[in-house]
């Protein structure tokens, strides 16, 4: 791979047409997001640049580049010589350093489905990443290093994993070439693992024997376990369910009104239609979860009225039912007082609004928190003041058990109360991950200070 | 189940369809949607998905910032965000203006179909010519006489000029190294500076639009596309392009291994042979620095064939800026190029 590829080469080269995966219609296919996540020095650049390049996500120009600086740097693994961490580290300082600093997204597709890949650094500000990957992924892929199995950080980056209830959770036992693809060594880690996973009630955990470096059980079955009957890792992502098909059949219909469309005279549709859109008065936002059809009941938050549906819009076609996650228009029956922050829900199952919270925090600025901290509360489309009023404790990764903390540090999972100032219809993270997550935002530089989840709401008792 | 949809290029087609909140008519033109969700599954096609992504996230931008303004230089990834955000606003006119950084190096044909939809969508379209620039001595020309580098200047004076507080682009995490770390909102500082190693965390599909004053957000709501999602949308849309990304015959010669137009910023060297051949172009930039590809495929479903198939980055393929050096674009984002 050496050479350097012509377009004209690389348009016309035989061997790509024979690629059936491409020629597939992929616009059918679904999306799946997943996560990596690992510690430091447990392979996972490794095995993402080997599933890129196993599933010919790679290109040639890409694969080049990263031949050339391999060989440049006298790399001297197999593959011809291929690093393939330097497939993810895309910038300069992580090159340089052999690091990675921040979250790469990286896209690839086969034949089933396209994914999107979070690639969350393991050891720099491993808890922001960690929280960025898994808020937006169906499955997060935690590796383990066969050799040393599991250990305190797997049962930290399990129980981050639970408390945000990523979907789907796939253990990846990495350098089992390491131990003579030996079926004991697997399977003493593998038990030693579902053993942390029952004891932090988590459900069903996928554990695969993996050789990122050799390629084993990443794409194809290897021939080097046969002990080993499960699907690949490739396999699995190809076939777990996608969370949100999942939470729209399970959850209840519920649309935050992003804005009001309500166009007057400055309409996009041709002149003799326009007196036709003159009262045109709909409620835009992205189906959070759940359901809603043409003729349904729906409540309305603040406030709090009941009305129905008359009509749901998208961009000029008129659909009978929307589901999660489009990004849609209600008409409604009633003209009511609805602006942005709104929420639009199924009739009776919205949630009182509330303007107390008990909630777990991740906490990911430098600067702590302590009580009586004004902050920002952003939920769905509101953004609103909060005071946390306390800090009832953190808790503590090692032993995985509460402890009484006063402030909260970068990196910290702790336990707070809050106050907002107006009333919002937030719901616990257990019930629903969309309706029960919010950001902490400094309220004078606008960073963002944590990623919110609500364990309780109301007058805590 | 679902409507079908009307002709959905209604939207930014010349004569639209005459779409009415009533249920649509089915159009017999229009191909099935690749979206129909199966009778009992709650599916969406990964489309239909990024879709409604990059509307949540252009509704959000609107909803929160006073001034976004949309980059739109004509090239197929602006084109499908204006798509996109006349999806998000319908029946409403799309709510912000368009800022084009016109390095001068054009290819005709793209600057007239920029023209062409901005006034057939009755925008109002913000120019930012570098080569003012360059005339009274703000920038100076190059030695290797590509402008992509000097767009950045003009870019962060118009932001300034026109108080944009938001300011989106087509870029994609799949197009670059150093893109696949940006984020969906990028904060920048008073001197547009991306700052890759202190980046808000982006959590759930809650997105953080706060901002000092003199600080901007870059947004970015086909992020998670890649190249051929963007074809294929082409085409499911019937979304229309500049003729270029067509194969057409063109007066081309060799360099750094790319095929280059001849034109008044490219001249060919006296050792180049200018030669006529079948041509498409990947991605529509600086004529100075931007290559064509070898192609036949003349047509956008032939395109996102080729596009499938294709074993080379579209950057890789057509930009020799990016061939500079592994953090060309890096270096570029950090002094504010989107």
Not at chain 1, 128 to 156: C, F, H, P, S, Y
Not at chain 1, 206 to 219: K, M, Q, T
Request: charged fraction near 25%; charge should be negative.
């Amino acid at each position: 791979m050496t050479q350097a590829l012509t377009d004209s080469q690389a348009l016309t080269d035989s061997q790509a047409l024979t690629d059936s995966q491409a020629l597939t219609d992929q616009a059918g296919g679904t999306l799946f997001r997943f996560a990596t996540a690992g510690s430091v020095d447990d392979g996972k650049s490794t095995l993402v640049g080997r599933l890129l390049h196993d599933s010919k996500a790679v290109l040639a120009d890409q694969l080049d580049a990263v031949t050339r600086t391999s060989t440049e740097r006298g790399f001297g693994g197999t593959e011809g010589g291929i690093d393939f961490a330097l497939l993810t580290d895309g910038l300069r300082a992580e090159r340089e350093q052999g690091i990675t600093i921040d979250v790469a997204y990286r896209y690839f597709a086969t034949n089933r489905r396209s994914f999107i890949l979070a690639d969350c650094p393991g050891h720099v500000q491993y808890t922001r990443n960690m929280v960025t990957g898994a808020t937006t992924a169906d499955a997060v892929i935690m590796l383990i290093d066969a050799r040393k199995g599991v250990l305190e950080q797997t049962r930290r980056h399990l129980s981050v994993v639970r408390l945000l209830r990523v979907p789907h959770i796939i253990v990846a036992v990495n350098k089992i070439d390491l131990l003579g693809y030996d079926e004991a060594a697997y399977t003493e880690i593998a038990d030693a693992v579902r053993a942390v996973t029952a004891e932090l009630g988590l459900g069903e955990v996928h554990v695969i024997p993996v050789s990122a470096l050799a390629g084993d059980n990443v794409v194809d079955a290897s021939p080097r376990t046969p002990w080993y009957t499960g699907p690949s890792l490739l396999e699995l992502l190809e076939t777990l369910p996608v969370v949100d098909e999942v939470e729209s059949a399970l959850e209840a219909f519920r649309l935050p009104v992003q804005l009001v469309l309500r166009p007057q005279g400055a309409v996009a549709v041709p002149a003799a239609d326009a007196p036709a859109f003159r009262d045109y008065r709909a409620y835009a936002g992205q189906v959070t979860s759940g359901t809603v059809r043409v003729g349904d009941a729906v409540t309305v938050l603040p406030g709090g009225a009941g009305t129905v549906v008359t009509g749901i819009d998208f961009a000029g076609t008129a659909l009978t039912e929307a589901f999660a996650p489009q990004s849609i228009a209600l008409r409604l029956r009633d003209d009511l007082d609805i602006a942005r922050g709104a929420v639009i829900g199924a009739a009776g199952t919205l949630p009182d609004p509330t303007k107390e919270l008990t909630a777990a925090l991740f906490w990911l600025d430098p600067r702590p928190l302590t009580p009586g901290d004004r902050t920002l509360v952003k939920f769905g489309a509101n953004t609103v003041q909060a005071i946390v009023t306390a800090v009832t404790g953190r808790l503590n990764l090692d032993t995985l058990e509460q402890e009484t903390a006063a402030s909260l540090d970068i990196n910290d999972i702790g336990h707070v109360t809050v106050r907002l100032a107006a009333a919002l219809p937030i719901e616990t993270f257990a019930s629903s991950r969309r309706s029960g997550a919010f950001l902490v935002i400094h309220p004078q530089d606008g960073a963002t200070l944590a990623a919110g989840i609500a364990t309780a709401t109301g007058v805590p008792a | 189940m679902r409507t079908p949809p009307v002709n959905a290029s209604s939207v930014l087609a010349a004569t639209p369809n005459a779409a009415t909140p009533a249920p649509a008519t089915p159009n017999a033109a229009t191909p099935a949607p690749a979206t129909a969700n199966r009778a009992g599954s709650h599916r969406l096609s990964q489309l239909d998905v990024l879709e409604s992504e990059a509307i949540h996230i252009i509704r959000e931008v609107v909803a929160e910032f006073e001034r976004p303004v949309l980059l739109f230089s004509g090239g197929k990834d602006s084109v499908v965000v204006l798509h996109l955000a006349a999806k998000a606003f319908w029946p409403g006119r799309v709510p912000f203006p368009l800022l084009h950084v016109d390095t001068g190096h054009n290819f005709p044909e793209v600057i007239a179909f920029r023209d062409e939809t901005v006034e057939r969508l009755g925008l109002r379209l913000e120019v930012a010519r570098v080569q003012d620039y360059i005339d009274d001595g703000r920038l100076h020309e190059r030695a290797d006489g590509t402008r992509n580098p000097l767009q950045t200047l003009p870019l962060l004076d118009a932001i300034a000029a026109g108080r944009h507080d938001a300011v989106f682009g087509g870029a994609r995490r799949d197009e670059d190294k150093a893109r696949a770390k940006e984020r969906i909102l990028s904060l920048r500082d008073e001197f547009g500076q991306w700052d890759p190693r202190n980046q808000r965390p982006e959590l759930w599909n809650l997105y953080n639009g706060r901002h000092t004053v003199g600080q901007h957000v870059r947004a970015f709501p086909i992020s998670n596309w890649t190249e051929l999602n963007v074809w294929r949308y082409i085409e499911r849309e019937q979304i229309a392009l500049p003729p270029l990304y067509y194969a057409h015959d063109r007066e081309v010669y060799r360099r750094d291994g790319m095929w280059r137009a001849t034109g008044p910023v490219s001249e060919p060297r006296t050792s180049e042979t200018v030669e006529t051949r079948t041509v498409r172009y990947r991605t529509v930039g600086d004529m100075s620095c931007t290559g064509a590809v070898e192609s036949d495929a003349a047509s956008v479903d032939a395109v996102v064939r080729e596009v499938a198939l294709s074993t080379i980055t579209e950057r890789g393929a057509t930009r020799a800026d990016d061939r500079i050096s592994e953090a060309a674009m890096e270096d570029r984002k950090k002094d504010g190029y989107f």
